[in-house]
């Protein structure tokens, strides 16, 4: 039986409560809004496969290190603007659909709840689309694939690297299983997800609609905001150090603790890894465009394959040094630091308090964090060095 006692080794996958052969998991939210496996004594036997499949517990990775790294885009300049980065997603999505395949990735359905879901149809990919930078829950598409992979059909998964190992942990290496995993900073509580657009409601009078994470179109990508539709059609949208979500996430105030301590990022879990590639500026600066370049990393042979694949989709395919490439994206090697005041922001959190006012007090950096930011800064700029960005 699995017990949690220390939430950072829980990464909440969700595959034991997917694969409890007696029903007897279920995943239950803490105060901080994270999504842990909540047992049933009566029903559970005791079989011990929820600990098996944990990839907390044990996960067998055969990547080494990535075998090659590339900046991309693609060359449709809608499904480009639509990626957060250079839009090797949705190129790679719709290449397996076209084949009469499936995908399975992290959309918001109708209450803006954000969960992993898996589609045959192009309509699907618009949702799917795009980082949402918090917890995805997995409901039970793990079965889905399963299924799908029976069925004789191809399967592409996207999401966080914990994730990816959930899916091979329950559902096993397939020769038609597919995967890609995101660089990732780590995810946010749903729960302060929930909290920030309340704050929008009461500061503007209208609910949101859709929210677009990473909006390139006004300022292009290095420089991007995050954008709000509201119920009226107008937007509500922010530099990312204006915005009270996007300051507080990436200011460490409330992401999932398994983050901080995360064993899925060396060796990449998936076949593919997709990131921002922040220091193309410096790396090869020919790849270098403001409508968003990727970094991919080639981390096994499908990989490799799927790739290839696709190549003629993309307008640039440039391959680079991988070392170099990872050089600037601290996420795709290195768990963050909770911010000191993680835990005061989760008792000051309540339906009074003002989040915007919350997390500009609470977000701000130590005065040692402050000085270091300030003097990593500036031997960037004196090197010239595009800085890392998330
Ligand atoms: C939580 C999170 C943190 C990230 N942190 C970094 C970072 O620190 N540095 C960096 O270089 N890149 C990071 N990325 C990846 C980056 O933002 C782009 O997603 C990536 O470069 C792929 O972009 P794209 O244009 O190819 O396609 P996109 O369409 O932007 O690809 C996004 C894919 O990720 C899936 N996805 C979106 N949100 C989630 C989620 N919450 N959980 C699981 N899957 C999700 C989508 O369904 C889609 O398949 C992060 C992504 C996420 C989701």
Redesign the pocket.
């Known amino acids: 039986m699995i017990r949690i006692t220390d939430r950072k080794k829980c990464c909440g996958c969700e595959a034991c409560a997917q694969m409890c052969p007696h029903g007897a998991i279920a995943m239950r939210h803490d105060t901080e809004g994270f999504a842990y496996p909540h047992i049933d004594p009566d029903a559970c036997t005791d079989c011990g496969l929820c600990e098996r499949i944990c990839p907390e517990i044990a996960f067998d990775n055969p990547n080494a290190m990535p075998t090659a790294a590339y900046a991309a885009w693609?060359t449709d300049d809608g499904i480009?603007m639509?990626?957060?980065?250079?839009?090797?997603?949705?190129?790679?999505?719709r290449y397996v659909l076209d084949r009469g395949g499936t995908v399975c990735?992290?959309?918001f359905d109708k209450d803006m709840t954000?969960r992993?879901t898996i589609s045959d149809e192009r309509s699907a990919l618009c949702a799917?689309?795009?980082?949402?930078?918090?917890?995805?829950s997995a409901g039970d598409c793990f079965l889905h694939i399963r299924q799908a992979l029976h069925e004789g059909r191809e399967v592409l998964f996207?999401?966080?690297p914990c994730?990816v190992a959930g899916v091979y942990n329950t559902v096993g290496r397939h020769p038609k299983l597919t995967t890609?995993d995101?660089?990732?900073?780590?995810?946010?509580s749903p729960k302060v997800f929930d909290t920030y657009r309340q704050w929008i409601r009461r500061t503007t009078g209208r609910s949101a609609v859709c929210t677009l994470f990473?909006d390139k179109r006004p300022n292009g990508w290095s420089d991007y905001r995050i954008t709000n539709t509201l119920e009226d059609g107008s937007e509500y949208s922010a530099a990312p150090a204006d915005d009270p979500f996007i300051r507080g996430y990436l200011a460490n105030l409330y992401l999932r603790p398994s983050c901080h301590d995360c064993r899925f990022k060396t060796p990449r879990t998936a076949d593919l890894t997709?990131?921002?590639?922040?220091g193309v500026a410096k790396v090869c600066p020919e790849a270098y465009d403001e409508r968003?370049v990727?970094?991919v990393l080639v981390n096994s042979r499908r990989g490799a394959e799927l790739l290839e694949a696709i190549a003629g989709s993309l307008a640039i395919l440039h391959e680079t040094d991988v070392a170099r490439a990872m050089r600037y994206?601290?996420?795709?090697t290195r768990s963050v630091t909770p911010h000191r005041n993680r835990e005061r922001f989760f008792r000051e959190m309540t339906e009074e308090t003002d989040f915007g006012k919350l997390t500009e007090c609470l977000a701000r950096q130590s005065l040692r964090q402050a000085t270091s930011t300030a003097l990593k800064s500036m031997i960037k700029k004196t090197l010239n060095i595009s800085g890392t960005?998330?």
């Open positions: 693609a480009r639509e990626g957060s980065s250079g839009g090797m997603f949705p190129v790679l999505a990735a992290a959309a954000l992993h799917m689309t795009g980082s949402k930078y918090m917890q995805s996207c999401g966080t994730q890609l995101v660089a990732c900073h780590g995810v946010a990473r997709l990131a921002d590639f922040w968003g990727s970094l994206n601290p996420a795709l960005k998330h």
